[in-house]
């Protein structure tokens, strides 16, 4: 996929901007603070439906103006005419999203229209974090693929919030019928396990692409793992099937009210998965250096790349914000020569940080929200 450009207006501080793309190397560069997150910002907003930085929407319009509006030309391999993409930000928090002028009744629908793979500074907390920053890498990763993965997560969420009105309300003293539980264990089991079915698969892609990333960028030195964590895994070595996921969480669901209402919450379930990363056997959360760190968190991403391709049959577009400037030389090279062929988007604020030859760069610089001057040499 290739986004051929992106139109702004009254989107954070792009008053109104067109921006054209290359398909191979992009460089926005300027100073701190003129605008180049923000570029990135409103083209992930297509791949995922909000902002990267966990803004609402309405943060997103510029001071001062009534609304924002964001579109992007995408281009697919084998088709004539590009895909274009519209969004519409209120301060009433509604939107309007559309597809080549057509209206789309919701961000799911969007989704899937424009693949993207974003890996900003704050995605280190993929590796340095707790399991919720894995569970969310998955779930982004996952529903660019599958659409149906994104209703399997809102049933999932809704279940889940559903019991636990339950617990309470049995914490309290009030009367919850075994039918009412069963209701909705079976509910949260049910896309439970298709939940974990699609992550299970998708981890042991990942841990492939990752080992050979891994393998390749720093020599066969360092060693990771990538495994799947989930209380709806088999214990006893059986090999994990949908019903086997559901009969297993049914099983928790039903038979631990007590202690889940003690608690106040439900203890078992795709909502507390995790993702266990290790480099030479140690976990590489509490043991690998900020540098391995990095570099791991780096190879994921260079990973759901890949995945995306595998599965798609096209490359999803990567916007790097701010990253080369924390990798040395031969990373930055490595990186490149990786991602030759594919359409990236990079913000840096010196043009020099893409190493030389890395092909037909693009380099646009960015002031105060305008693009400054666009060439093809630094
Ligand atoms: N809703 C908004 N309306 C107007 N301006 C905004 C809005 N939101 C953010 N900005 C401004 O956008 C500017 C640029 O932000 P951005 O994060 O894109 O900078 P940047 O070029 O990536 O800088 P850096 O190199 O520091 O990462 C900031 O000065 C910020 O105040
Ligand atoms: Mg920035």
Not at 91 to 100: E, F, Q
Not at 102 to 121: D, K, Q
Not at 246 to 272: I, Q, Y
Not at 319 to 329: H, K, Q, T
């Amino acid at each position: 996929m290739i986004v051929n450009s992106a139109t702004f207006r009254d989107f954070r501080n792009l008053r109104d901007e067109t921006i054209g793309f290359s398909p191979s190397v992009n460089v926005l560069w300027g100073m701190n603070a003129q605008g180049k997150s923000n570029i990135l910002e409103g083209i992930w907003y297509f791949a995922r439906g909000r902002s990267f930085r966990g803004a609402h929407d309405r943060d997103m319009i510029r001071n001062g103006a009534p609304a924002a509006a964001v579109s992007v030309s995408v281009g697919r391999e084998g088709n004539q005419y590009p895909v274009v993409l519209g969004a519409e930000l209120y301060h009433t928090g509604k939107k309007r999203l559309t597809r080549s002028g057509a209206p789309l009744s919701s961000v799911s629908e969007m989704i899937g229209n424009l693949r993207a793979v974003l890996f900003c500074p704050a995605h280190l907390s993929v590796v340095s974090g707790g399991p919720a920053e894995r569970r969310s890498f998955l779930d982004v990763a996952i529903a660019q693929l599958d659409p149906g993965y994104i209703a399997d997560l809102s049933l999932y969420r809704a279940a889940l919030a559903h019991r636990s009105a339950l617990l309470k309300k049995h914490a309290a003293g009030g009367t919850v019928t075994t039918e009412e539980w069963e209701v909705w264990a079976d509910r949260m089991s049910d896309a439970g396990a298709r939940i974990a079915e699609c992550r299970a698969k998708y981890v042991e892609k990942l841990s492939r692409f990752v080992s050979a990333f891994f393998e390749e960028m720093t020599e066969g030195r360092e060693t990771p793992s990538v495994s799947y964590r989930s209380h709806l895994l088999p214990q006893d070595g059986e090999e994990f099937t949908v019903d086997r996921g559901r009969a297993a969480l049914f099983e928790k669901l039903t038979t631990n009210v007590e202690r889940e209402s003690a608690a106040g919450a439900t203890l078992w379930g795709v909502h507390k998965d995790d993702v266990r990363l290790t480099l030479d056997g140690n976990d590489a959360r509490l043991f690998a250096s900020q540098g391995q760190q990095r570099s791991f968190a780096l190879a994921m991403k260079l990973s759901e790349g890949e995945i995306s391709r595998e599965l798609s049959g096209e490359y999803p577009v990567f916007l790097l914000d701010d990253v080369f400037s924390e990798l040395d030389a031969s990373r930055r090279r490595y990186i490149m020569d990786r991602l030759s062929g594919r359409q990236i988007i990079v913000t840096s604020c010196e043009p020099s940080v893409v190493p030389d030859g890395s092909g037909t760069a693009r380099f646009i610089e960015i002031e105060g929200g305008r693009v400054k001057r666009q060439s093809s040499e630094k």
